[in-house]
C-alpha cells in the first residue's frame, strides 16, 4: 500500500478502525438471529449434481520458482436460484508442483479478506518458497473470489466520489457512531448502485459453490484448502456443504463459526488490551529492548498525543503495530525515541507540522491505510451478507463504546466496528453452522498473539465443527503459516501429505 501519509484524518481514522473490525471476526455470541442460512435456497447441494463440466481453457501467466503458471476464467452464476441475473467469471490460476516431488493432488489456498487476491497471494507465497515447504507435491491453485480483482471487480465510483466532498459524513467527529454510519450508508448505496446484481450475490454462501464447480472443472476427486483469516470461514463452509469430496482442509487463524459483529468488536478490544499488556510485561522482564519505566513513557507519548490534539492518531499507529509480527520491536523502539527525546512530538507540532506523526504512520504504512475502494466494499458487503444477527442500533453503538472507554480510553473506538452493517445496503444470506461430519479431520491453527483473530475464535471453531484438531501457535501476528517454523511447517506438511493429526495439545513456539 501506499505510505499512509494523510490517512490520520478523521474520514480515514473511521475507515481504517471498521475495517480493521471487519477482519477481526469475533467470538460467537446470542443476539437476534436472521433466519437462515441460504434464505434464497441458494445451498440445495443436489442442483449442482449433473450440471455440464466445462472445459478450462489454461494460457500462461507468469512464473514462480521457474516454474510455469497458467490462469483461466470459469463462468458461474450469480444466483443459482435465479438464472436470470447472469454469471460472473471466477479467475484461477495454477502453480504446478516441484516437478521433482511426486504430485500428490492440488491444494487450494485463499489469504482472507475478505475483497483479497488469492491469485496474487498464491503467486507471491509461491515465489517465497511457503508452498514448497509446506506442500510438496501439490499444484496450488488461487482463486479470486466473485467481485473481487479479476472475478469481476467493479469500481464504486459514485460513493467514492461523494465521500471527498466537504459535506460528506465521513467529515464527522472519528467518535461520533451516527457519523461513521451514515457515512457507510451512503458508501454502500453507491456500490450497489454500480454494482447492481452482483452486490448481493458476494456471501460466502456464494463462494462455496463456487468452489465446488472449481473442484468439478479441475477434475480432482477432492477438495484440499488452506485458507486464513478468513479464508477459514470458507474451508469450513466447504466441509459443511461437501462431506463427500473434502480432503485435506488447514483453517489458519480461523474466525468464529458464526458472524456476530457485536462480539467480534468485543473480541478485538480484549485481545487489544491482552496484547498491550503482553507487551509491557515482555519489555520489563527483558524479552523487548525497551526503555526504564516503559509504561510511564507509554503515558508520558500519550499525554503529549493528547496535547496537540493527535491522540486518536498515535493510538491508531499503536494498535496497528501490536497486529504486525514485527510490531514488537517496533513499538519498543518507538518508547526509546520518546524516552531519549520527550519533547520529539511537542517540537513538531510548534514547528508548524501539519502531522507531526508522520514518522509514526511510515513506520506503519504497510497496513495503516484505510480507503473506500472495491476491497473494502467487499469486506463489509460479505461480512453484512453472512452475519447471522441484526446489525446494532446507533445507540447501541453508543453504548459500546462507553463500555469500551470506561476501560481504554485509548482503543474505545474500535466499537465502531460493530456498526459496519448499519445502513449497509446488503441483503442477507446467512452462513450456517459449520458443524462436519463424514470428512477426514480438519486442521486448525490458533495464535496466542493474534489480534485480528484471537484464539477464542480458534476454539470456537473447532467446538463447531467437531471432526478437528486445533494446534495453538505461539507465534506474532495474524496467520502461523505465514511465520514458518519447523513446528509449523512439520506439523501442516504431514497433515496434508499423509492426512496425520499433531498430537492433541500440541503448542508450536514463536
Known amino acids: 500500500m501506499a505510505a499512509a501519509r494523510d490517512a490520520r484524518s478523521p474520514r480515514m481514522n473511521l475507515l481504517h478502525t471498521a475495517l480493521f473490525g471487519a477482519l477481526t471476526l469475533g467470538l460467537v455470541a446470542c443476539g437476534q438471529e436472521v433466519e437462515g442460512p441460504g434464505v434464497d435456497g441458494s445451498n440445495d447441494v443436489d442442483a449442482l449434481e449433473g450440471e455440464p463440466i466445462p472445459t478450462l481453457q489454461w494460457r500462461p501467466c507468469g512464473t514462480a520458482r521457474g516454474r510455469s503458471v497458467e490462469c483461466t476464467e470459469l463462468e458461474v452464476p450469480l444466483n443459482d436460484a435465479e438464472p436470470d441475473l447472469g454469471t460472473v467469471p471466477i479467475a484461477i490460476n ?26 496474487e497471494f498464491v503467486l507471491s507465497v509461491a515465489e517465497a518458497g511457503f508452498f514448497d515447504a509446506y506442500a510438496p507435491g501439490f499444484d496450488i491453485i488461487g482463486f479470486d473470489p466473485r467481485g473481487v480483482a479479476d472475478s469481476g471487480s467493479v469500481d464504486c465510483a459514485p460513493s467514492a466520489v461523494a465521500l471527498e466532498s466537504d459535506e460528506s459524513p465521513m467529515t464527522a467527529d472519528a467518535a461520533s457512531p451516527r457519523g461513521f454510519v451514515d457515512a457507510l450508508a451512503l458508501f454502500g448505496a453507491g456500490c450497489a448502485e454500480s454494482w447492481g446484481p452482483l452486490f448481493d450475490n458476494v456471501g460466502s454462501n456464494r463462494v462455496v459453490r463456487d468452489l465446488e464447480r472449481l473442484r468439478r472443472a479441475l477434475d480432482e476427486p477432492v477438495f484440499n484448502y488452506l485458507g486464513i483469516s478468513y479464508g477459514t470461514r470458507l474451508g469450513a463452509l466447504y466441509a459443511h456443504e461437501f462431506p463427500d469430496t ?28 491482552t496484547l498491550l499488556e503482553a507487551f509491557f510485561v515482555d519489555c520489563e522482564t527483558a524479552v523487548l529492548s525497551c526503555p526504564p519505566g516503559p509504561r510511564q513513557v507509554f503515558d508520558d507519548l500519550m499525554a503529549d498525543a493528547r496535547e496537540i490534539g493527535r491522540l486518536r492518531a498515535v493510538a491508531d499507529v499503536w494498535f496497528t503495530y501490536l497486529a504486525r509480527p514485527d510490531g514488537q520491536q517496533q513499538l519498543a523502539a518507538l518508547l526509546a525515541e520518546q524516552a531519549q527525546n520527550p519533547d520529539w512530538l511537542l517540537m513538531a507540532a510548534a514547528a508548524g507540522n501539519d502531522n507531526p506523526v508522520d514518522a509514526m504512520v511510515a513506520m506503519a504504512e504497510a497496513e495503516d491505510e484505510a480507503v473506500l475502494d472495491n476491497a473494502t466494499a467487499i469486506t463489509f458487503t460479505v461480512n453484512c451478507i453472512d452475519a447471522n444477527t441484526e446489525p ?12 469500551f472507554g470506561g476501560r481504554d480510553e485509548l482503543f474505545a473506538n474500535q466499537a465502531l466496528a460493530a456498526g459496519i452493517c448499519t445502513g449497509w445496503p446488503a441483503v442477507p444470506d446467512p452462513v450456517p ?3 462436519v461430519t463424514g470428512t477426514p479431520p480438519l486442521l486448525l491453527i490458533g495464535g496466542t498473539r493474534d489480534l485480528r483473530t484471537p484464539l477464542v475464535e480458534a476454539e470456537a471453531m473447532r467446538d463447531a465443527i467437531g471432526n478437528a484438531r486445533l494446534v495453538v501457535s505461539e507465534h506474532y501476528g495474524h496467520g502461523g503459516t505465514l511465520s514458518p ?20 495439545g500440541l503448542r508450536c513456539p514463536p
Open 433 to 435: 453452522l459449520p458443524t
Open 94 to 119: 495454477r502453480v504446478p508442483a516441484d516437478p521433482n516431488v511426486p504430485r500428490l493432488g492440488a491444494l487450494f489456498a485463499n489469504p482472507g479478506g475478505p475483497g483479497v487476491s488469492g491469485k
Open 392 to 403: 446494532p442500533t446507533i445507540e447501541e453503538i453508543e453504548a459500546l463504546r462507553a463500555e
Open 246 to 273: 473434502t480432503g485435506a482442509i488447514v483453517l489458519d487463524a480461523p474466525v468464529p463459526p458464526l458472524v456476530d459483529l457485536v462480539e467480534q468488536a468485543r473480541g478485538g478490544f480484549e485481545q487489544t488490551l
Open 485 to 504: 517454523s519447523d513446528c509449523r511447517v512439520q506439523t501442516v506438511r504431514n497433515y496434508l501429505q499423509r492426512l496425520e493429526l499433531p498430537a492433541e
